[in-house]
């Protein structure tokens, strides 16, 4: 997987874009690893994470509008005979709330993809191959995207 070290985006449309080129990474990358793939966004409230994920969204070739779920903390989508998870830890208090949804099970298989926002919320129990990429807020249009160096 790939994504430039950093990248400042200048409207949604360009964010959507960046997570439509990371979707399509991960499904031509064979599914050779034994877990889950997992992804991690952390960063500003309007950093653009949700944004982010509508792209990735399409990229996965899935025809749903990706929303900010208000109670839903956790939602699959089948796509191409794998699970697209987008979780978003923003409500949770405690990372049990994440484990009590079968999480450790979910990122066990090869067939899961799993992007979670907040993901600096449940930092202990994600996994060691976790794939990290932080939003900040620069300016109204402004986005700053990196892979950070420690989360
Ligand atoms: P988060 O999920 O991180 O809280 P959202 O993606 O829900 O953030 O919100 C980002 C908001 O900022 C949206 O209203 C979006 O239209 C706006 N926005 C403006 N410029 C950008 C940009 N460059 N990238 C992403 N979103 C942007
Ligand atoms: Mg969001």
């Given at each position: 997987m790939e994504l430039k070290k950093k990248t400042i985006t200048n409207s949604p449309s360009e964010t959507k874009k960046l997570g439509k080129i990371l979707a399509k990474k991960i499904l031509q990358k064979?599914?050779?690893?034994?877990n889950a793939t997992v992804i991690g966004l952390k960063g500003d409230?309007?950093?653009g994470k949700t944004t982010f994920l509508q792209g990735f969204a399409k990229g996965l070739g899935l025809k749903e509008n990706i929303v900010s779920p208000t109670f839903i903390i956790l939602k699959r989508f089948p796509v191409k005979k794998r699970n697209f998870y987008h979780i978003d830890?923003?409500?949770?208090?405690?990372?049990k709330e994440i484990l009590d949804l079968g999480f450790r099970k979910i990122i066990q298989s090869n067939k899961n993809i799993i992007v979670i926002e907040w993901a600096d919320r449940i930092k202990n129990i994600m996994p060691k191959g976790a794939f990290w990429i932080s939003f900040d807020f620069l300016s109204k249009n402004k986005r700053e995207i990196r892979r950070p160096s420690k989360v």
């Open positions: 064979s599914q050779k690893t034994k409230l309007g950093g830890c923003y409500r949770i208090e405690k990372q």
